[in-house]
């Protein structure tokens, strides 16, 4: 039952692009109706879920466009309990496309918002406010957050995808945690505490299909991750910048006799 509500459903197409939807959606639409305005006015809980929720495909509309206006596959739309995600092929091989693609969601947002903001009425301003919250919230660096996803974007330009998805995930926890204290002095923890397991886990999760996609650990550390990309302003060498190591070819690991990590820790670039 649980599994169900959480596997995503198709609800139609958006521009050709399909949209699905997890049916734990609609039963947490039907309990923030019934519950979040105390019985009293549901039209207006469900008037703002409506405004989140336009703002969210809106959101997730412009990552698929801007993707297959680089020529990336977008396969669809899933919108979550907890958001929505443009699903697409040919990022993992393409990186360099990442910070254009995570960028156009929020930018497209803070448009709407400063559009609305500039409208009289309760309703524009029930709008600016959503999608202000949706875009300016994306962009905090907490991987894969889309301000995250800029940040892996800017440390991969010197380091491989893997390791530099392994830094981010490293600062997208810690900022987990000073997250889910704020939320805890806001006297909200459990909401900040499932925006926090949130972010874990997805962040875990990507970092494990990057680790599949590319077939070796991550080379570096996050303090070498970080100087490389911050160079030269906190590197002691202020020769050539550092470049970004290549892949290990069959040939060398056909050579190399011991365990894996062994190899890649031989391989290891300072």
């Avoid at 459903?9 to 997890?22: E, F, H």
């Avoid at 803070?110 to 919230?137: C, E, M, N, R, T």
């Avoid at 806001?186 to 886990?201: D, K, R, S, V």
Wanted: positive net charge; proline residues 7%.
């Amino acid at each position: 039952m649980l599994r169900a509500l959480f596997h995503p459903r198709p609800c139609g197409s958006l521009l050709g692009i399909p949209i699905r939807v997890a049916p734990a959606v609609f039963v947490l639409v039907l309990l923030a109706v019934v519950f979040g305005g105390n019985g009293a006015q549901p039209g207006i809980m469900l008037g703002l879920l409506f405004l989140l929720a336009t703002a969210l495909l809106v959101h997730e509309l412009a990552h698929a466009l801007v993707a297959q206006q680089l020529g990336l596959r977008v396969l669809d739309i899933t919108v979550w309990p907890l958001g929505g995600m443009a699903r697409m092929e040919g990022l993992l091989v393409h990186p360099q496309y990442e910070a254009k693609v995570a960028v156009a969601g929020p930018a497209v947002n803070l448009f709407f918002g400063l559009l609305f903001s500039a409208l009289p009425g309760a309703f524009a301003a029930q709008a600016a406010w959503v999608h202000f919250v949706l875009g300016l919230g994306n962009l905090l660096p907490a991987f894969p957050l889309d301000g995250g996803r800029i940040l892996r974007a800017w440390l991969a330009r010197r380091s491989p995808l893997v390791d530099a998805t392994f830094a981010a995930t490293q600062l997208a926890k810690t900022l987990s945690f000073l997250a889910l204290f704020v939320f805890w002095l806001a006297g909200a923890f459990w909401i900040g505490l499932l925006l926090a397991l949130h972010l874990w886990w997805s962040g875990q999760a990507e970092f494990t299909q990057v680790l599949y996609h590319y077939g070796r650990p991550p080379v570096l550390s996050p303090a070498q991750v970080w100087q490389r990309a911050c160079y030269p302003w906190f590197s002691s060498n202020r020769g050539t910048p550092p470049s970004v190591p290549k892949n290990p070819t069959q040939e060398e690991l056909e050579r190399f006799h011991g365990r894996l990590d062994q190899f890649f820790k031989k391989r290891r670039t300072k």
